[in-house]
């Protein structure tokens, strides 16, 4: 159960991090919009780049993340139904622990004639 909790606690931190940086992504883009229009192009257009790079390291982070999440939910699929195997192999243990009980006597000749 902690190997999941690790990954809950990972999947949580990365998402966080994707989130905080789309959102200063968007601060940026707002200011660019601003800024279109002033008189010095080439610093207006490096920082665009700079900002175009930036959209780019963020998606391979995002995709990055949906891998990481799918392979996550997988191991935890796997950790979950082996979870299950183990209670089904623990209840048939406790099935067999339980001593045989031969029905009384009595009960088989209660279906004589009157």
Partial sequence: MA???????KRSSQVMEILEAVKMLGAEVAELKIRIGEPDVIELKAEI??????TDEILAAIRST?????????????????MADEMVNLKTEIAELRPPIAPPPAAATRRTKK
Avoid at 3 to 9: H, V
Avoid at 66 to 82: C, E, F, H, P, R
């Fill in 66 to 82: 949906a891998l990481d999440i799918g392979q996550q939910t997988k191991q935890a699929s796997i950790a979950v139904g082996s």
């Fill in 49 to 54: 780049d700079e900002t175009v790079d930036r």
């Fill in 3 to 9: 190997t999941i909790e690790r990954m809950e606690k």
